[in-house]
């Protein structure tokens, strides 16, 4: 779990999924059951800033923004590559175990959704998706249903919660400086 010990994403291969809803995040409509969280935002606008915020979302880019350390399988854009975030210290630090579920690599709409392990503070899939607009606009969209799992989590409720909006609102600001260069 991170305390005095790290978790190997490679440990977490066959490690299943703790939600039943897998690749939902592709979905209008969210599964029941969880808190959702969309937020849609104009990055920036034509082709080069889609392919720099393509590139931001694809090279774990949003999250070290919001300051977690990335440790990963393989690529973002690879369905089944394990991701261990992990928040705070390098030894005294939370760890957060995820693996791609789903990716779009190639068109005007690019990103990937990763899917909770044991261990997360939460249970449910967080997608990041880039899209080109055909009026040349680019929209960064955030696509998240979640509930929390860990007793820490749900013992600190409120303060997850507003974790979880803090690093929402520093994710669009990342991908907006990213397509911007």
Request: net charge neutral; glycine share 12%.
């Amino acid at each position: 779990m991170g305390i005095l010990r790290s978790l190997d994403p490679a440990d977490l291969d066959g490690v299943p999924l703790t939600y039943p809803e897998v690749g939902a995040t592709r979905d209008a409509a969210l599964p029941a059951g969880y808190d959702h969280v969309e937020r849609s935002v104009v990055v920036g606008t034509g082709t080069a800033d889609f392919e720099r915020a393509a590139a931001a979302v694809f090279d774990w880019r949003v999250q070290r923004g919001v300051g977690l350390r990335v440790r990963a399988s393989g690529p973002a854009g690879e369905p089944g590559t394990v991701v261990v975030l992990t928040a705070g210290l390098p030894r005294l630090g939370y760890d957060i175990p995820c693996r791609v579920v789903w990716a779009r690599t190639t068109g005007d709409e690019r990103g990937f959704a990763y899917g909770t392990l044991p261990g997360h503070p939460e249970s449910g899939e967080e997608a990041f998706l880039v899209r080109l607009e055909p009026g040349g606009d680019v929209v960064f969209t955030l696509r998240v249903f979640a509930r929390l799992a860990s007793p820490l989590a749900r013992l600190g409720g409120p303060v997850s919660t507003v974790v979880q909006r803090l690093a929402t609102e520093r994710y669009l600001t990342v991908v907006r400086r990213a397509a911007r260069g």
